[in-house]
Every structure is written in structure tokens, then in C-alpha cells.
């Protein structure tokens, strides 16, 4: 079965600074990741997804991942955060053989400093 | 397009009291996803659905807990007779095509029992 793991439960950064975001994914095979962000108040949304192919994913408001199968790992990044990037981010892994069942991790709460 | 939704948004019970949940998915996504996120953690898988099939609802705790969608549109989560330990937020979402794809999430019911 997959599971996830988010090593950083909260992580602050400075307005402007870059960021990095650890994730790691066990799974046997090439699976399906993805980066879920919940704002305050809000329900979760889809950053990016990885499906095989290229290892670098980009997302929308300027938000990349890798994909590292010998890491087993998913980090994402930014290179200039914003005061709005003050949220929550799920890492989530799904089966690459297709099927429906998706795992999160535990998030990463992201404060951002002036 | 319409989202997910979720109601209600906030329900308080006491110990033994039951509670439903409904949520109404986007239309035309045949994969139906209840899960259960308590506070700081993420949300954990309860049961899912293909079109009005049961796919997997081993994280069910089966005594108190169930789900249903009758014509694979809607469905309705219960809990029997709630313990404390179920306060948390329930999370519906919906996809098309299984775990390959984006889940859509609803705001959630956030759920105390006191």
C-alpha cells in the first residue's frame, strides 16, 4: 500500500525568500503524486500533479515539484513566496496502475513572515 | 461549472447523537471520496465510490458509520451514535477517472461532538 510523508509539520519563510517543501512517497512502482494547498477557510485545491514522464511539474501561482523515483520523493518549490502562499500543503499518492485510492500526508503548514 | 458541495457546513452534537452528511459532486464525475481530516492532519480516506459501487470502505469504522450513493450522483454519510473522537472536518470530493485525476474537494462539514 502507498503512504506519504511530510517530515515538516510548519515551516516559515520570509516574504520574498524561496521555499522547499519535503515529501515522501512509498510506493512499489512509478505512482501518481500530487500537491494539494488549503487556504484558510477553504476547502483543498489542486497545485500540480505528476503523471510519468518529465520529473519537473509545474503548477499554477508559480509553484514547481520534482519527481525523484531513487529518492522516493516529491519536494515542492517556489522561488519567491508571497504573503497570500499562507496556507496548508498536502503531498498525495495514487497508484500508478490506475486505481482510486489516494493517500495524503499530514501537511505542511506555511507561515510567511514580512 | 458548479462544485462539490457539502452540507451542512457545521453540525454539534452530543455523545450518542447520529448526524448525516450529504454531498452533491460535480456532474458527470464518477468517483465519490468521503474523507475524515482532523484538526492539523490530513484528510484520511473513509470510503469510496465508483458510479453508485462501494470500491473500498475498509476504513469505515462499520458499527457507527455509513455510506451511500443510491444512483451514483449524490451521497450521504451517517454516523450512527457519535463519540468525541469523531470530531473533525468531513471531506467530500469527486474525480473523473479514479485516483489518476484531480480530486475536487467541497468545503467540508466540520463536525464537534461534546
Known amino acids: 500500500a502507498q503512504s506519504v510523508t511530510q517530515p515538516d509539520a510548519r515551516v516559515t519563510v520570509s516574504e520574498g525568500a524561496s521555499l522547499q517543501l519535503r515529501c515522501k512517497y512509498s510506493?512499489?512502482?512509478?505512482?501518481?503524486l500530487f500537491w494539494y494547498v488549503q487556504y484558510p477557510r477553504q476547502g483543498l485545491q489542486l497545485l500540480l500533479k505528476?503523471?510519468?514522464?518529465?520529473?519537473v511539474v509545474q503548477g499554477v501561482n508559480g509553484f514547481e515539484a520534482e519527481f525523484s523515483k531513487s529518492n522516493s520523493s516529491f519536494h515542492l518549490r517556489k522561488a519567491s513566496v508571497h504573503w497570500s502562499d499562507w496556507a496548508v500543503y498536502f503531498c498525495?499518492?495514487?497508484?500508478?496502475?490506475?486505481?482510486?485510492?489516494?493517500?495524503f500526508g499530514s501537511g505542511t503548514r506555511l507561515l510567511v513572515s514580512p | 461549472e458548479a462544485g462539490v458541495t457539502q452540507s451542512p457546513r457545521y453540525a454539534v452534537l452530543q455523545e450518542g447523537q447520529a448526524v448525516s452528511f450529504w454531498c452533491d459532486p460535480i456532474?458527470?464525475?464518477?468517483?465519490l471520496y468521503w474523507y475524515q481530516q482532523p484538526r492539523d492532519q490530513g484528510p484520511q480516506l473513509l470510503v469510496y465510490?465508483?458510479?453508485?459501487?462501494?470500491?473500498?470502505n475498509s476504513q469505515l469504522p462499520s458499527d457507527r458509520f455509513s455510506a451511500v450513493r443510491p444512483k451514483g450522483t449524490n451521497s450521504t454519510l451517517k454516523i450512527q451514535s457519535a463519540k468525541q473522537g469523531d470530531t473533525a472536518t468531513y471531506l467530500c470530493?469527486?474525480?473523473f477517472g479514479g485516483g489518476r485525476d484531480e480530486q475536487y474537494f467541497g468545503p467540508g462539514t466540520r463536525l464537534t461532538v461534546l
Open positions: 465510490f465508483r458510479d453508485e459501487a462501494v470500491i473500498d
Open positions: 510506493y512499489f512502482g512509478t505512482p501518481y
Open positions: 505528476y503523471y510519468p514522464g518529465d520529473p
Open positions: 470530493a469527486s474525480s
Open positions: 498525495a499518492v495514487s497508484p500508478g496502475t490506475g486505481g482510486y485510492k489516494v493517500v
Open positions: 456532474s458527470g464525475h464518477d468517483t
